[in-house]
């Protein structure tokens, strides 16, 4: 039987209500709203407030602590006559008691600030659609029209058409019954590939440029150049063996230099420049912005993070007229045992957006105060080494708990907006024995590359030498592994004419 791993051993200690509130915090804030609606959608008891009053913040850990611990248990499954003669409502009805009603969250540090306004969308055509579009321009008949829109649909978004043409006459026979022959798809492909964008269903990279170069001017020597590479010397192209290249067409420099010109502003994914529509990581939505404010850095949450939600106050109207009654029968009370049920599930779910936004703000709050001269600068070099233990060691939050914010969660900084899990890397020790983020590292051999002589690009052992010289201990081997992990290549592939 195979090993539990550590999260399915941690998931099993946990209630389903704790295991929600950890899925609860990992919701970026792009999604967050959505996931808000879903909770409305399912819960009646639960909404947004409007009119209602507000309401003194309190720190969401101190309700957690002090408040709601026995709501689980007061939800009656089984039915009983008992547990409906039990029923204490006493809570839910008190006069002059506004916390069910008004029991939302609510912040005067963030203001709606024109939240509610209605957001407009953006309008898109898909890569796809583009090209079906064009589709409808060629004299096709019914028969053509469908084997040339499996042969779109069989386009992948970079813009390739990578299955086998057999694979596609297959399909079209056992999915559509339409009988075709490869000859016939590979006429419709060649119709296909004079569709905008130029390059796109080739079957390869060769292909993709070829076809792009076939649009151009072909009285353009550059160009003529360009194309008897990447017919002839493909493979030297992509290794970077201009000598070669040169030799073997009889090139100048000048005039093999135009042609390279000529083939790195081509487009290795022609079907790349169109957005896909639906997809929350198009964009990012920061869950924090930290302000300058004369050398005191500021930290605010996105607003989005902090939603006017409270309990229903019809809800609470309904549990009042069935208190004033006297005559309550089996059905009523079963009844008023929902309605129980739902505003307990609508109190648990504010409690875990306040205990979301605490975790949130507190785990920003920490990283900010360690990392505060890249926030002052935004220079990577005076980033300190940082794991999730020592943001973990500050807040006294679960390591799991600091990595799930981590890894779904921005911040929007006057120096661009950063990845939470960006601020974290291991230590590298210098000559004097101190303790250096390997992001610093990775910076400088970043630095040290850009600045480099492209006819003769540094090597991995000429690199090492470098960044020790500068007191850095560390092997040639942890420098590739850093260049690879900045996806820089080697230096043969960085050598330019």
Avoid at 81 to 86: G, M, R, S
Avoid at 238 to 262: C, F, P, R, V, W
Avoid at 451 to 478: F, H, V, W
Wanted: hydrophobic residues 30%; contains cysteine.
């Amino acid at each position: 039987m195979l090993k539990q791993t550590q999260q399915q051993k941690l998931l099993q200690k946990l209630s389903p209500q704790q295991i929600q509130l950890m899925k609860l915090l990992q919701v970026p804030t792009a999604v967050l709203e959505e996931r808000i609606k879903e909770e409305l959608e399912e819960n009646p008891a639960l909404e947004y407030g409007e009119d209602a009053h507000e309401d003194e913040y309190k720190d969401p850990q101190e309700e957690y602590n002090n408040g709601e611990e026995g709501a689980e248990d007061e939800f009656e499954p089984d039915g009983s006559e008992n547990e409906y003669d039990n029923i204490d409502i006493s809570e839910y009805v008190s006069e002059g008691d506004d916390d069910i009603a008004d029991y939302k969250l609510r912040d005067d540090n963030y203001p709606d600030q024109d939240e509610n306004k209605t957001i407009p969308v953006r309008v898109e055509t898909s890569f796809h659609e583009h090209l079906l579009e064009q589709l409808g321009m060629l004299e096709l008949d019914e028969r053509q029209n469908a084997i040339a829109e499996q042969i779109i649909g069989s386009i992948d978004d970079d813009g390739y058409l990578r299955r086998e043409v057999s694979a596609i006459v297959d399909d079209l026979s056992f999915s559509q019954n339409v009988a075709t022959d490869e000859d016939e798809i590979k006429e419709l492909i060649r119709m296909i590939q004079e569709f905008d964008p130029p390059g796109i269903c080739a079957t390869d990279l060769k292909e993709c440029l070829l076809l792009q170069l076939r649009r151009k001017p072909q009285d353009d020597p550059g160009i003529v150049g360009a194309y008897l590479i990447l017919e002839n010397y493909f493979d030297e192209f992509t290794k970077k063996h201009y000598e070669k290249i040169q030799k073997g067409l009889n090139m100048s420099d000048d005039s093999l230099k135009e042609a390279i010109g000529q083939i790195i502003r081509l487009t290795p994914k022609p079907g790349g420049n169109f957005a896909t529509l639906n997809k929350a990581e198009s964009y990012v939505v920061p869950d924090f912005f930290i302000l300058n404010n004369n050398g005191k850095l500021e930290l605010t949450l996105n607003s989005k993070n902090a939603p006017d939600l409270r309990i229903s106050e019809g809800y609470r109207d309904m549990l009042k007229e069935y208190d004033r009654g006297d005559k309550k029968d089996k059905r009523q009370k079963e009844a008023v045992l929902f309605i129980k049920q739902k505003i307990d599930a609508a109190k648990w779910f504010i409690d875990a957006i306040k205990q979301r936004q605490h975790t949130l703000l507190s785990t920003m709050e920490s990283i900010m105060g360690y990392q505060r001269e890249f926030f002052l600068t935004g220079d990577e070099t005076t980033m300190r080494p940082m794991i999730l233990k020592d943001i973990a060691d500050i807040t006294q939050l679960d390591i799991s708990t600091v990595s799930r914010v981590a890894n779904s969660k921005y911040v929007q900084t006057e120096f661009g907006t950063f990845k939470l899990k960006f601020f974290f890397s291991e230590s590298l020790s210098t000559d004097s024995g101190e303790e250096v983020s390997t992001r610093e590292v990775k910076k400088i051999l970043s630095d040290l590359i850009e600045g480099e002589n492209k006819r003769k690009p540094l090597s991995d052992e000429n690199l090492t030498k470098m960044l020790q010289d500068k007191g850095y201990n560390i092997a040639r081997r942890t420098v590739a592994k850093y260049r690879e992990q900045l996806n820089i290549p080697v230096a043969r592939l960085r050598k330019e004419l």
